[in-house]
């Protein structure tokens, strides 16, 4: 190898080195006291705080909805048109050696095949176990959620076009509770923005794209974050008007976001 080739090497190196510490740059840092309020406004968000609706299958909807975030749940051979987040938290807990119910580590699909199926077995023991299994591992579940938002980071920096604005966004929102509390949330309603089944002839309405459509120059990020949201998911609508009903309750949510 001669010297030419290994000065370029090694200057390669370098820059990939700086790249790679530039997109993990960004630390959001989050208190045990911080991500319970966090998980309660989240928890409020998905269910109103009805623990009955730890477990809920919606109408209209092909999949069950668990836990606090209402984390999506397929069963066996059905089209998956959004990100399937539940099996990705038993993954984690898994991983954290959290006990689970032995059925519910065997099993990669959701039991009930339909919203009818679910709601006619209502006393089950699959049901019992899992609505308690869900009530006890609330924290962990907010871990997750904090854990899925940082490691959204550099990938979302990675497929955006305009990373210097996306991460001062980001760095802005992260300084303050609310900035943190409308990514974690958004993060989890509407994902990454990433995924090419979410979304509607090539336009997405994630995470992502509402960094994009913040300001950068702003000096206050979670009004700003709200506003940007309201306007990605007003375009959703557009290329899907059969949706038009679920916008007024997304507003609401997204209101939230500047208290």
């Known amino acids: 190898m001669n010297s030419k080739y290994k000065i370029l090497c090694i200057f390669l190196f370098i820059v990939f ?29 998905e269910t109103d705080l009805r623990h ?10 092909n999949f069950l909805s668990l836990g606090i975030a209402h984390f999506i749940w397929y069963p066996q051979g059905q ?32 039991p009930w095949q339909t919203e009818k199926d679910f709601y006619t ?21 907010t871990d997750f959620l904090i854990l899925r938002l940082q490691q959204s980071v550099p990938k979302m920096l990675e497929a955006s076009s305009q990373k210097e604005k996306v991460e001062t966004n980001i760095k802005k929102l992260s300084k303050s509770m609310n900035g943190i509390y409308a990514m974690l949330d958004y993060v989890n309603f509407k994902g990454e923005g990433l995924d090419p089944k979410e979304s509607y002839d090539g336009r997405y309405w994630g995470l992502l794209q509402v960094l994009e459509n913040m300001e950068a120059t702003t000096n206050t990020p979670a009004h700003d974050f709200a506003n940007a949201a309201k306007a990605v998911l007003a375009c959703r609508i557009k290329l899907a008007p059969h949706e038009k009903s679920w916008l007024a309750g997304w507003n609401k949510r997204l209101d939230t976001y500047y208290e």
Not at 29 to 45: E, G, Y
Not at 52 to 61: D, F, R, Y
Not at 123 to 139: A, E, G, I, N, P
């Open 17 to 45: 080195s700086l790249f790679c510490n530039e997109l993990s740059s960004i630390d959001i840092r989050i208190s045990k006291t911080q991500a319970a309020l966090l998980s309660q406004r989240i928890f409020i968000n």
């Open 52 to 61: 009955a609706k730890l477990l809920q299958w919606n109408k209209k909807e």
């Open 79 to 110: 089209e998956k048109r959004f990100v399937e987040s539940f099996p990705l938290l038993l993954s984690y807990l898994k991983k954290s050696n959290y006990p689970a119910p032995k059925w519910l580590c065997d099993t990669t699909a959701c």
């Open 121 to 141: 077995d209502r006393d089950s023991v699959k049901k019992k176990q899992l609505y308690k299994f869900l009530q006890s591992c609330r924290q962990e579940q």
